[in-house]
């Protein structure tokens, strides 16, 4: 133990203070990063909370899920929001670093949308149809019953949670076909397919205006479903998801009380008025 | 209040109704095509439209011209649009490759002091000063995620030269449930818990003794596949079975290591089995005689001269099992953070020991054992705490024949045990600060050979 007696235990109780105090977050501050598709749920949530809790400052930014999940691990957020879950690799570095598996808290719901152009006379789209879409295999749309013109698919960034969900969920982990163009937000595709006639993307429902949602069949015998209120929350629609936060251990202080009203029945009217789906 | 909203998000509405992005970008590599724009009026092309009627200000050169019309300002501004979305796809498209390469490192500097440093040399005249500075990794990676392959390349550059660590050409599977990973290359053994575990996130500055000692290096190469279902973790590796950084096989038998565990978020575990075969070599030596001058006359007399026979290249040949089990576990701790748990423990036998030609003698087969658990304790984001005490029996007395006579083999007293604690800092996601003491017992014999280790880790 003469190491310990030549440093010195004072001098290493004070490093690990100066760690533990001098790196925290400014009191009162709670910064929220992540997906696209929640930007503006997150912000609605802010707006709200911030009005009652004028002491609490919340940062709100997108980004991409992947790029919240990152800024979780890295300790550059103290909350993520993501549209998707969290992967095992993802995970394991969380562990690494925090010796922790995080937490995860769903606080809405999804229907992901299908669009097509006001124009297009789609109305509803089976999940395979979806698949050959959008790996490329089918470019025309009167493949799939629609009119005699060529495609044109619109996707996101690999950042995207959305991005992943549609890869795992509808292309079944395949590769999005070479000629979809990426957009940089959910935003950005519905801009896009509102003005190209044959255009078809996806997104957030909270998005979905000015252009057409179609129906979505989980398989060719089965109805066509609208992502809506009773259909996304009883799981009959076929692209309804879970939205999260993740944190990195159990929320505390301003972060809690975030929480904890964000799942309030008040929380979740924003949810609603957004265009989104409560968890409960 | 309006929440803060950063640069490049989408910007905040007071409606629930979406945001109006402008005209999207262009971003596949191929065939990609501008949102459709209404089309201008063929007369108000100023390159190639149609004569514009003649202007008072034709016939006045000092008079202002008249503004466009709203139509024409909007074409043209479409146009440039347009030329700014082509010039952004192929941007993007460039950008889309680069970020498939993943580069990142790390380098450790530290200081260690030793307990049995000093300023002596031994009888080979080498330095006994074991307290220094060092660079103990210069570690630099590279990964490449393409399209169902995976390139991996690492290197440690240290003041000891640059040393290739891990080489990995590997397949990836993107259509099963399973994703399977083929590699071929050089990589870590899949065994286990801490030889996997990155010295980029060791809390500790080095790996237990245990696995110093029974798996020199961490690495191999041969060929490794590894798979993922649900909570179900495999691996399995078939490789030289060479000590590290060797050149060559020194065997023709291939060894087979592999590890079969179940990952369920706050508790992750393993069993682990190595099996090969080792061969090591002695040179042959030629005779040689050696004068001493023992009592300083210069003269040769033959109680001076020391005469060692010639020997034949002679070789060890024994087999190899390893066994192993590892456990960790996480919980959260209110008001303090993470708490990590984790064991391991590792059965090793050497066996069927054979020089030359002679037969095998259990009596050499070694038995070792060793084990090692470790506490992590967060202290909010920025610190923590970490204990660890591992075990090392390089000889397990019980295991031998009681006809064996040899000391070594008997294995009396030479047991290791480690116990070690420290402090960790990182002031940011890219720095580590580690702190640790260990105070190595030997099971027989005293020796003041403790070691305190402070670090400083900067990566990217």
């Known amino acids: ?280 | 209040m309006a929440p803060a909203v950063a640069p490049g998000s989408e910007p905040p509405s007071s409606s629930p109704s979406p945001p109006q992005d402008p005209a999207p970008a262009e971003g596949g590599p191929t065939e990609a095509r501008p949102a459709p724009a209404p089309t201008p009026p063929a007369a108000s092309d100023q390159q190639g439209g149609a004569p514009q009627p003649a202007s008072p200000a034709g016939d006045d050169p000092g008079a202002v011209p008249p503004p466009e019309p709203t139509d024409v300002r909007l074409g043209n501004l479409e146009g440039k649009v347009g030329g700014l979305d082509e010039a952004a796809s192929a941007t993007r498209s460039i950008v889309d490759r680069l970020n498939r390469i993943k580069l990142s490192g790390y380098i450790q500097g530290r200081y260690e002091w030793h307990g049995d440093s000093s300023d002596t040399v031994d009888a080979s005249g080498n330095s006994k000063v074991k307290s220094q500075f060092l660079v103990r990794r210069g570690r630099l990676k590279v990964i490449y995620d393409g399209t169902n392959a995976e390139y991996l390349l690492q290197i440690d550059a240290t003041p000891s030269g640059v040393v290739l660590k891990d080489a990995e050409a590997t397949f990836v599977d993107t259509w099963s449930p399973f994703g399977l990973r083929l590699t071929v290359g050089q990589f870590k053994w899949p065994f286990g818990y801490e030889i996997l575990q990155s010295s980029g996130d060791r809390e500790m500055p080095e790996r237990a003794l245990v696995i110093r000692s029974l798996f020199p290096g961490e690495r191999d190469r041969g060929v490794r596949l590894t798979a993922r279902y649900e909570w179900l973790r495999f691996a399995a590796a078939l490789v030289n079975g060479n000590v590290p950084n060797g050149t060559t096989d020194r065997n023709d038998f291939k060894d087979l290591v592999g590890r079969v565990g179940g990952d369920f978020g706050w508790i992750v575990g393993g069993l682990s089995g190595y099996y090969g075969r080792r061969l090591d070599g002695k040179p042959a030596t030629a005779l040689t005689t050696v004068w001493t001058d023992k009592n300083g006359d210069k003269m040769l007399t033959p109680d001076e001269v020391t005469t060692t026979p010639a020997s034949p290249a002679t070789y060890q040949s024994y087999g190899l099992l390893r066994l192993g089990a590892d456990v960790q576990t996480y919980f959260d701790i209110p008001g303090l953070g993470g708490l990590a748990l984790k064991g391991e423990l590792i059965y090793a036998k050497d066996s069927n020991r054979a020089l030359g030609t002679t037969p095998a003698n259990p009596c050499l087969d070694r038995t070792q054992l060793g084990w090692i658990i470790t506490a992590v304790q967060n202290l909010g984001d920025y610190a923590g705490l970490v204990v660890r005490v591992d075990s090392f029996d390089p000889n397990v007395t019980l295991a031998l024949p009681d006809s064996c006579t040899l000391d070594i083999a008997k294995g009396l007293g030479d047991r290791v045990n480690t116990y070690g604690f420290g402090a960790l800092i990182f002031p940011s996601s890219n720095v580590k600060a580690t702190f640790t003491y260990e105070h190595v017992a030997e099971q027989s014999i005293t020796i003041a050979n403790d070691v305190f280790t402070a670090q400083l880790q900067a990566r990217f």
């Open chain 1, 1 to 280: 133990m003469h190491a310990i007696k030549r440093f010195g235990w004072l001098g290493l109780a004070a490093l690990v203070w100066q760690g533990v105090a001098g790196g925290a977050a400014a009191a009162g501050t709670v910064t929220i990063k992540g997906s696209d598709t929640m930007v503006i749920l997150g912000q609605r949530w802010a707006e709200e909370f911030m009005k009652k809790h004028p002491d609490v400052t919340l940062q709100v930014t997108g980004g991409g899920s992947g790029t919240g999940i990152s800024a979780l691990i890295n300790g550059t957020t103290d909350v993520c929001q993501s549209s998707r879950a969290m992967s095992a690799p993802e995970k394991e570095k969380l562990r690494d670093r925090y010796a922790t598996t995080g937490v995860e808290i769903p606080v809405a719901r999804d229907g992901l949308s299908v669009y097509v152009n006001a124009a297009n006379p789609m109305t509803e789209i089976s999940m395979d149809q979806l698949k050959l879409i959008f790996t490329g295999k089918v470019t025309n749309w009167k493949e799939v019953g629609g009119a005699d013109s060529k495609i044109v698919i619109y996707s996101r960034e690999n950042s995207s949670g959305t991005y992943v969900f549609f890869k795992e969920h509808v292309l079944k982990n395949a590769d999005y076909s070479p000629r979809a163009q990426t957009m940089p937000g959910t935003a950005a595709v519905v801009n896009a397919v509102s003005k190209e006639k044959f255009g078809i993307g996806y997104g957030g429902a909270a998005y979905a205006k000015g252009i057409k949602i179609l129906k979505v069949k989980k398989d060719d015998a089965s109805p066509g479903v609208l992502p809506e209120l009773a259909n996304v929350q009883s799981g009959t629609y076929a692209l309804s998801r879970p939205l999260f936060f993740y944190l990195r251990n159990q929320p505390a202080g301003e972060t809690k009380s975030f929480v904890d009203w964000v799942l309030s029945a008040e929380g979740q009217g924003v949810v609603t008025k957004v265009g989104y789906f409560p968890v409960k």
